[in-house]
């Protein structure tokens, strides 16, 4: 007993003696600490996410055998080709569209509350403003499209109010136009829009706020002492230090409308957009290679905008 108390206590005096010449070995080794902080991250993201995004990006230039329904594993362009038709590209210019006027709508209303939050609010009033802005992001995704849809329907909460303020007509108006009008609100692109705006105006607002605090006030007081107009303030240095979280916030919203399948299938018509029918190819069609070649559009059209905005300088500020 005494021999195996006196080996326990050994054991214990040599752990933390172990530990502290292997916390020196890496001390003196700083770029061995950092190869093994940043290993599991860089693996994650080299073997799971950039994998499979390669092999989704390979699957697209595969083919499916319309006889027995295999897919061909020989590289083609033929699913590039099938994208550019007349239907399927009536869907891409659908979902940008309305992916640029969500980012449009989002960054209008954003602005505003992100500004105020940032520059004007007391500490009290912006926790509860935070808190207005998240509270939403708490619930189920599902849960608030689909309360959306009842709140939109012809029987729903917000018909109901604009009966009784008698602008009823407008609304039949607005249904009544062929582009964004529907037998409904809850069935229309106008709807959709809506719900897009409310779905990701979070993601437009935190962005917006964070760039707003790293304005210097002295930028702003220097401005007003050499007489400059709070308009022309807001447009020479406000927004141009703004301009890189408004374009954060948009690559969030723009993206996430450009992929999104669940408010099209639950307020949309029968007009698809991409993520429906990656949807529609993916499981009705079992068209593994086009259902891939499409989800390829939005990465493009991602790519696109970034550069764009790169060239615009929207990044500098970063």
């Given amino acids: 007993m005494a021999e195996a108390a006196q080996s326990t206590r050994g054991d214990h ?4 003696h172990l530990g502290r010449r292997v916390a020196i070995y890496l001390y003196r080794r700083p770029g061995l600490s950092l190869l093994l902080l940043l290993a599991p991250p860089l693996l994650w993201l080299g073997v799971v996410y950039l994998g499979s995004l390669f092999a989704l990006i390979l699957q697209s230039f595969f083919t499916l055998d319309s006889f027995t329904g295999q ?3 020989k590289l083609t362009l033929a699913n590039y080709s099938v994208l550019l038709r007349g239907a399927n590209i009536d869907i891409i210019a659908r979902t940008t569209g309305m992916a640029a006027a969500v980012t449009a709508a989002a960054a209008v209303l954003a602005f505003p509350l992100a500004y105020y939050m940032a520059r004007y609010a007391t500490p009290r009033q912006r926790t509860l403003l935070y808190l207005a802005v998240l509270l939403p992001l708490w619930s189920s995704y599902l849960v608030r499209v689909y309360s959306w849809k009842l709140i939109l329907a012809r029987e729903g909460i917000l018909n109901w109010t604009l009966v009784q303020l008698r602008l009823d007509g407008i609304l039949t108006w607005l249904l009544g136009l062929p582009v964004i009008g529907g037998p409904s609100l809850s069935v229309s692109p106008l709807g959709m829009f809506l719900v897009f705006v409310y779905v990701w105006l979070p993601y437009m607002i935190l962005p917006i706020e964070a760039a707003a605090e790293r304005v210097p006030e002295s930028l702003l007081e220097a401005s ?8 022309e303030t807001f447009r020479r240095i406000v927004l141009p230090l703004v301009l890189p979280g408004v374009v954060a916030g948009s690559i969030f919203t723009f ?13 949309g018509n029968s007009a698809l ?3 429906q029918a990656v949807l529609a190819f993916q499981g009705t069609a079992a068209n593994f290679p086009l259902a891939a070649a499409f989800t ?6 991602m790519g696109i905008y970034l550069f764009a905005a790169k060239r615009a300088g ?5």
């Fill in 13 to 16: 005096r040599l752990a933390p």
């Fill in 71 to 73: 897919v061909i594993r």
């Fill in 224 to 231: 007003a002492d050499l007489g400059a107009h709070p308009a």
């Fill in 255 to 267: 993206a996430l409308t450009l992929g999104d399948f669940v408010v099209p299938y639950a307020l």
């Fill in 273 to 275: 957009f991409i993520g």
């Fill in 296 to 301: 390829v559009v939005p990465m493009v059209i």
């Fill in 314 to 318: 929207a990044f500098e500020a970063l």
